[in-house]
């Protein structure tokens, strides 16, 4: 900032009293140098200022054209010939193009021409051209005593208008023409010299708020996870680590009995890993899972088809997150048996083609219940407890395939919204020829379901393609300022007073 500007303005303040405006006193100085000069006076209130705003008005590309020319109507007009005959419209658009249909409406709203016919004919045998002479007016004036001239003329893109800032001055209470130097920092050698006696220290803006600083944002999918998380966690839930992105076949298929000649295990839905393409070793109680396959039990015939070891070591992306549930039931096999709920929320793999509702990475929700004495009817009484609390009241129960579940049920909803029902999950309970080799005692049932993060949130936040939630094709726009989740409060209050009662 130049100190000879401040110098300049107490000069002539000092002269003259005020300023009245700093666009007239200091005509080639920039606004931006002035506002600087006068910010740094006023914080020493050696002046005050006010803001003056002066809008002048100049001609567009296509109203100086019209000023050279006349204006499109009185073009069309002098155009038409006088007498009954006239000129027909295709030969005016012939020769003014586009600029015809505007002269022509103009004109027929002036009563200057007619139609009659295929023709354009006079009403008036001379005119004035009252929009060339009000652009000349704006062109040597830069303005116009009538305003509603100037908001036509505007409308109808032929004049634009610009703001000029300047400013009008006055003394401050510490008004002088001396230019001290202002400290900013109370530092120590000023305290130890005793300079700080006769400094002058720069006042604190108590009320700037700063520099904005950009900090992170959670993604939408991440405000509905955060969501459901709570909902499992008021329900006496334990979370699952899910950090296991990479599963053997074993773990993935062969321990939720899902034969190894099923068609989810094709290169079509997995991902397989290409290197290393098997893992090691198989944990010890694969033999058993194998005669599960092979031979069958507990109450089942199995599926009698060869069980390939090299096949149940292949490694994979995980499918689903069920393989997470499965090395957790194998896990809480081997302590003293207790009721357990566990759940997880993560990303899963599907090699997919992709398109609005699907994606070949996702993210599943899956619960587990884990109790005995357990039936099909305690599942769907949890399930509706469980979703009232997302603040859908209406379910209903399809019946449905599963390899590890029978019986097995797809969960739809009624949307008030759409006005429809929707599919929002799978549940079902599980086989006792996954549970029992995975070590789980004879009478220990376990309910599971299952549903998608993304489809929930895409309903949240009112996104019809899910590229547009998820990829390069997401709006960062959404994720800077979109809302947080908020599931229905309200009712699932309602629904806590219900169960505990």
């Known amino acids: 900032m130049s100190e000879d500007l401040r110098l300049d303005i107490l000069n002539k303040l000092d002269a003259e009293g005020s300023i009245a405006d700093t666009s007239a006193t200091f005509k080639d100085v920039s606004v931006e140098s002035i506002i600087g000069a006068l910010k740094s006076l006023e914080i020493q209130e050696k002046v005050g200022y006010t803001t003056l705003t002066t809008e002048t008005w100049s001609l567009e590309p296509e109203g100086q054209y019209q000023l050279d020319n006349g204006s499109y109507e009185a073009q069309i007009f002098y155009a038409v010939p006088a007498g009954d005959q006239g000129i027909s419209i295709d030969e005016l658009k012939a020769k003014y193009g586009k600029n015809a249909i505007l002269g022509q409406g103009k004109g027929f709203k002036n009563k200057w021409i007619k139609k009659a016919g295929n023709n354009i004919v006079r009403l008036v045998d001379e005119i004035v051209d009252q929009t060339k002479l009000d652009l000349e007016v704006v ?8 305003k ?3 908001k036509d003329l505007k409308r109808r893109s032929l004049v634009k208008s ?10 401050g209470q510490n008004f002088s023409t001396d230019l001290k130097k202002q400290s900013t920092d109370l530092t120590v050698e000023m305290l130890q010299s005793g300079q ?5 220290f720069k006042k604190f803006n108590f009320d700037s708020l700063g520099v904005n600083l950009e900090g992170g944002n959670l993604h939408p999918i ?8 709570q909902i499992f966690f008021q329900m006496g839930f334990e979370e699952m680590a899910t950090n296991d992105f990479i599963e053997t076949a074993f773990w993935n298929f062969d321990a939720l009995y899902v034969p190894q000649q099923h068609s989810a295990r094709d290169l079509q839905d997995t991902f397989f890993i290409g290197e290393p393409a098997q893992a090691n070793s198989l944990p010890g109680f694969w033999q058993t899972v194998k005669d599960a396959h092979e031979k069958g039990g507990y109450g089942s015939i199995g599926y009698r088809c060869p069980w390939s070891e090299a096949e149940a070591k292949r490694l994979v992306l995980r499918t689903h997150t069920t393989s997470v549930s499965s090395h957790v039931l194998n896990k809480l096999a081997q302590e003293p048996y207790r009721p357990a709920k566990y759940f997880s929320i993560d990303r899963v793999y599907r090699n997919e083609a992709t398109d609005c509702t699907h994606l070949a990475e996702f993210h599943q929700i899956e619960g587990v219940i884990v109790d005995k004495n357990m039936s099909l009817g305690s599942l769907i009484d949890f399930l509706n407890k469980f979703f009232r609390r997302m603040g859908l009241n209406k379910l209903r129960f399809k019946p449905a395939y599963n390899p590890y579940t029978e019986p097995s049920m797809e969960i739809f909803a009624w949307h008030d919204h759409f006005g429809k029902w929707i599919e929002i999950g799978n549940s079902g309970m599980f086989r006792p020829e996954m549970l029992r080799p995975l070590g789980l005692e004879e009478g220990v049932q376990v309910a599971g379901f299952g549903l998608s993060l993304e489809r929930p949130t895409m309903l949240m936040y009112d996104i019809k393609d899910i590229r547009e939630l998820v990829g390069h094709g ?5 994720i800077k300022s979109g809302p947080a989740c908020r599931l229905d409060k309200g009712i699932a209050s309602e629904a806590m007073k219900a169960e505990a009662n």
Do not use: C, I
């Open 148 to 150: 509603d001239v100037l």
């Open 139 to 146: 062109k040597n004036t830069g303005e116009h005593p009538q």
């Open 162 to 171: 610009t703001k000029f800032l300047s400013y009008a001055v006055n003394k």
């Open 196 to 200: 700080w006696k006769n400094a002058e």
């Open 222 to 229: 991440m405000k509905v996870r955060e969501e459901f998380r």
């Open 474 to 478: 997401v709006d960062l726009g959404l």
